[in-house]
């Protein structure tokens, strides 16, 4: 439910990413402190021509509320049917429009932040996704511009077309994810718009999370890869705890891990691997932990060498 959002304090916010953001993380960090989750992205053609694949990664925790799903598009009639998808699914509360995304594929088919050359048709799929949705909220997740910034008249564009808030990526399509973050871009579109801004972009640390709130005036930050390998970030944001112990991040990674064989079944330890890779830097032989479990298939297996090392494991 949406009244359990609100912009009077800070929101933090999982930001979606491919190949990470998925149902057992964002549960996860839900219960750990995040505000709010999003789901990885999904194209409209996709949602429009009733993909499995798509429609499968629809599914939310019951601990997801509210939950927002995020969508990619540059036809309108498109984009309207696969809103209109949308609409038959119970438990979404915010559907967010991709205007960041700058991977080739992506920006090819006119997508992600391929919108921002055309503001005028950016400004037309948020209308279309406000008129036709019967969700609670509209937002846009946006880049500074493309190759060079115009990024207040991008966001003035995204308030007179509807939308309720706006996330914002402090690099342009150009910046990729390696150019430096323009905070003060951010803090200048704060003051431009009227509706909540949320920051994103290198956001990795508790301290730099508080940081960055306080130089944009953001009434939000979206943290992703910061949370990758790190999910508790959100516990800090939460509670103010600036140390987590030991035997919390045991904790989160055991049920991230579990999340994972709930959902994908025992594929999911293969899955794991890759986080097992990000939670174990840091660790004393986390070299022989990650070789270890590369050979693992077993869940109980899998499971018990990551109960033993993250229960009796030392920072190096």
């Keep these: 439910m949406i009244e359990n959002l609100s912009f009077s304090k800070p929101l933090y916010v999982l930001a979606p990413l491919a190949g990470f953001t998925d149902l057992p993380l964002r549960s996860v960090v839900k219960k750990f402190g995040a505000d709010l989750t999003v789901s990885e992205m999904l194209s409209s053609n996709a949602l429009a021509h009733g993909s499995e694949k798509t429609l499968h990664m629809l599914e939310k925790s019951p601990l997801e509320d509210p939950y927002s799903v995020q969508i990619s598009g540059s036809d309108t009639e498109i984009v309207k049917r696969a809103v209109e998808v949308l609409n038959e699914q119970d438990g979404i509360d915010i559907i967010d429009l991709n205007c960041g995304c700058p991977v080739p594929k992506v920006v090819g088919h006119g997508s992600g932040s391929s919108l921002l050359l055309n503001l005028p048709l950016m400004g037309d ?131 991230h891990f579990d999340k994972m064989i ?38 109980s297996e899998f499971r018990a060498i990551l109960d033993d090392f993250f229960k009796n494991g030392e920072i190096a």
């Design 125 to 255: 799929i948020i209308k279309t996704i406000k008129e036709t949705s019967n969700k609670e909220l509209t937002s846009v997740k946006i880049r500074l511009g493309f190759e060079d910034k115009n990024h207040v008249d991008i966001a003035k564009v995204v308030e007179d077309s509807g939308a309720d808030f706006i996330a914002v990526h402090g690099r342009t399509r150009a910046g990729k994810f390696k150019a430096p973050v323009d905070y003060d871009a951010i803090a200048e579109i704060k003051k431009s718009v009227n509706i909540p801004v949320i920051a994103n972009g290198d956001i990795d640390s508790y301290e730099k999370a508080k940081w960055v709130l306080e130089h944009t005036g953001a009434d939000g930050v979206m943290i992703g890869r910061g949370a990758v390998g790190a999910p508790w970030i959100f516990h800090q944001l939460r509670t103010g705890e600036i140390e987590v112990s030991s035997t919390l991040k045991h904790a989160i990674i055991m049920e």
């Design 262 to 299: 709930e959902f994908y079944g025992d594929y999911g330890a293969i899955l794991f691997r890759k986080h097992t890779h990000t939670y174990s830097k840091g660790y004393r032989g986390a070299s022989a932990l990650r070789n270890q479990v590369n050979s693992v298939n077993d869940v």
